[in-house]
């Protein structure tokens, strides 16, 4: 064995997508509306008034894109199942969307590839949200535990991993809070009844799982970023310490711990359902793996409004097209810190990639992406530093394996490492496709 194989050993290079953005189909084989149908036909939700009806038209290119992968070499691929193609309405067994899924699982072990699932990725059938609004209705978690009881029953035997649900603080805080992502809500009121609900969501989850398929490594996956206060001024540092509880670890202290981070604001204080005795029990369940999403710093200012009284200020650090701070210590200073404050098993970087402008001339076999492979690698080093410190570092997934809809943006931003030609689809690979084919072989050295 090389020494690059060697290194290479117990750590996985891995792609990442999910379902409502690169699927498409979406009123096929008994697949019914997802929240994010609903939100992405609404006028003026979405930049250009996107929707991910066709999107990369996955549901039907699977195969080709599965080879696509393979030529990658990537040991892994994080993807997330469609709900609503899963369960019709939510919760009637869909077998043609079920059958979807397992020769999706199937292909992907026949090349090799480890299938990473992630259960929820943001599109709540919306048969939720008519009833009681979604996550601020408490059953919701209820029907979010048979659910995953289903996909774990019939996906269980074949797949690596499990995660219950993506980046549950985006859904709170965009869905709920801000309004910028389905449902669209603008309360944080509600933002926080919707967090409780996320947490209850993932602790029956994980109990369901547990007990159909104990064998199954289990996590969850959160989004967290390199926070610093714009100034030493006390005002400043105190924002700081507000927003890192919001940020970092409102879902991490409840899942590991059990309670909420001392260092929330008032406002979230008085507002957060409190978790009881029971709760904590159920939210802070042993964890087989935490993957964690990243992608930039961000600066932190007292301000003067709820929930955090924080202000975000522009950017003064290099930024991709998405206005994100380019900070890869930021990666390796995160990953210290989850490993010494929570101490998960293991740890993966479920995403971490770049939103850039990338064109296609309509001829060339591959898309020039020099600055999105420039991010990639000072990520991968700052990750490895981590690693090579002592973190328990099992894979690093990129977002994205294929341009895909990105939310609010539509498809006017750009993560992939194959570039897709949307009017014909065809996928183009990218530089950053062949960086990531080296790592993943081993022949390029993190
Ligand atoms: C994350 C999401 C993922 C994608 C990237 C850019 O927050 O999990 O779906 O949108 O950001």
Same mark, same amino acid.
């Given at each position: 064995?090389?020494?690059?194989?060697?290194?290479?050993?117990?750590?996985?290079?891995?792609?990442?997508?999910?379902?409502?953005?690169?699927?498409?189909?979406?009123?096929?084989?008994? =697949?019914?509306?997802?929240?994010?149908?609903?939100?992405?036909?609404?006028?003026?939700? /979405?930049?250009?008034?996107?929707?991910?009806? /066709?999107?990369?038209?996955?549901?039907?290119? @699977?195969?080709?894109?599965?080879?696509?992968?393979?030529?990658?070499?990537?040991?892994?691929?994080?993807?997330?199942?469609? @709900?609503?193609?899963?369960?019709?309405?939510?919760?009637?067994?869909?077998?043609?969307?079920?059958?979807?899924?397992?020769?999706?699982?199937?292909?992907?072990?026949?090349?090799?590839?480890?299938?990473?699932?992630?259960?929820?990725? @943001?599109?709540?059938?919306?048969?939720?949200?008519?009833?009681?609004?979604?996550?601020?209705?408490?059953?919701?978690?209820?029907?979010?535990?048979?659910?995953?009881?289903?996909?774990?029953?019939?996906?269980?035997?074949?797949?690596?991993?499990?995660?219950?649900?993506?980046?549950?603080?985006?859904?709170?805080?965009?869905?709920?809070?801000?309004?910028?992502?389905?449902?669209?809500?603008?309360?944080?009121?509600?933002?926080?009844?919707?967090?409780?609900?996320?947490?209850?969501?993932?602790?029956?989850?994980?109990?369901?799982?547990?007990?159909?398929?104990?064998?199954?490594?289990?996590?969850? /996956?959160?989004?967290?970023?390199?926070?610093?206060?714009?100034?030493?001024?006390?005002?400043?540092?105190?924002?700081?310490?507000?927003?890192?509880?919001?940020?970092?670890?409102?879902?991490?202290?409840?899942?590991?711990?059990?309670?909420?981070?001392?260092?929330?604001?008032?406002?979230?204080?008085?507002?957060?359902?409190?978790?009881? /005795?029971?709760?904590?029990?159920?939210?802070?369940?042993?964890?087989?793996?935490?993957?964690?999403?990243?992608?930039?710093?961000?600066?932190?200012?007292?301000?003067?409004?709820?929930?955090?009284?924080?202000?975000?200020?522009?950017?003064?650090?290099?930024?991709?097209?998405?206005?994100?701070?380019?900070?890869?210590?930021?990666?390796?200073?995160?990953?210290? @810190?989850?490993?010494?404050?929570?101490?998960?098993?293991?740890?993966?970087?479920?995403?971490?990639?770049?939103?850039?402008?990338?064109?296609?001339?309509?001829?060339?076999?591959?898309?020039?992406?020099?600055?999105?492979?420039?991010?990639?690698?000072?990520?991968?080093?700052?990750?490895?530093?981590?690693?090579?410190?002592?973190?328990?570092?099992?894979?690093?997934?990129?977002?994205?394996?294929?341009?895909?809809?990105?939310?609010?943006?539509?498809?006017?931003?750009?993560?992939?490492?194959?570039?897709?030609?949307?009017?014909?689809?065809? =996928?183009?690979?990218?530089?950053?496709?062949?960086?990531?084919?080296?790592?993943?072989?081993?022949?390029?050295?993190?």
């Amino acid at each position: 064995m090389s020494p690059a194989e060697m290194s290479n050993q117990n750590f996985l290079w891995g792609v990442s997508t999910s379902a409502y953005q690169i699927e498409g189909a979406h009123d096929e084989d008994g =697949r019914t509306p997802s929240i994010w149908d609903t939100f992405s036909h609404t006028p003026g939700k /979405v930049a250009n008034n996107d929707n991910g009806d /066709v999107a990369c038209d996955h549901y039907h290119l @699977w195969e080709s894109d599965l080879d696509l992968m393979a030529g990658l070499g990537v040991q892994g691929y994080r993807f997330s199942v469609s @709900w609503s193609r899963f369960l019709s309405n939510g919760v009637t067994r869909n077998p043609k969307g079920i059958d979807f899924y397992n020769r999706l699982v199937d292909g992907l072990l026949k090349r090799n590839i480890k299938p990473f699932l992630t259960l929820y990725h @943001w599109d709540l059938p919306k048969e939720f949200y008519d009833d009681r609004g979604g996550w601020l209705n408490p059953d919701v978690p209820k029907y979010f535990a048979d659910y995953a009881a289903e996909v774990a029953k019939e996906l269980g035997d074949r797949v690596a991993t499990i995660a219950t649900l993506n980046e549950p603080l985006v859904c709170s805080d965009e869905g709920y809070g801000r309004g910028t992502h389905a449902p669209g809500h603008k309360s944080y009121k509600e933002a926080c009844v919707a967090a409780y609900h996320l947490l209850k969501a993932h602790g029956l989850g994980i109990r369901a799982m547990r007990s159909i398929r104990p064998q199954v490594p289990l996590g969850i /996956v959160l989004n967290m970023n390199e926070l610093t206060p714009v100034s030493s001024s006390s005002e400043d540092e105190a924002a700081w310490k507000r927003f890192y509880a919001y940020h970092n670890e409102l879902y991490a202290h409840p899942i590991f711990f059990g309670r909420y981070p001392e260092n929330l604001s008032s406002y979230l204080r008085e507002n957060m359902p409190p978790i009881t /005795v029971e709760d904590s029990k159920l939210f802070s369940q042993p964890l087989d793996f935490v993957g964690i999403n990243y992608y930039m710093r961000i600066q932190i200012k007292a301000g003067s409004n709820p929930p955090n009284f924080c202000e975000t200020p522009k950017a003064v650090l290099p930024t991709t097209d998405m206005g994100w701070e380019i900070y890869p210590e930021g990666l390796k200073s995160l990953l210290l @810190w989850v490993h010494n404050t929570y101490h998960p098993k293991s740890i993966y970087i479920t995403e971490n990639g770049a939103g850039l402008h990338d064109t296609w001339d309509g001829k060339s076999q591959i898309v020039a992406d020099p600055r999105r492979v420039d991010y990639l690698k000072r990520h991968v080093r700052a990750a490895w530093e981590a690693k090579e410190s002592g973190v328990p570092l099992n894979g690093f997934f990129c977002w994205s394996f294929l341009d895909n809809f990105e939310w609010g943006y539509g498809y006017a931003k750009r993560f992939g490492i194959v570039h897709i030609d949307y009017p014909t689809k065809k =996928r183009i690979p990218k530089e950053s496709y062949f960086l990531w084919k080296n790592y993943a072989s081993g022949k390029l050295k993190p």
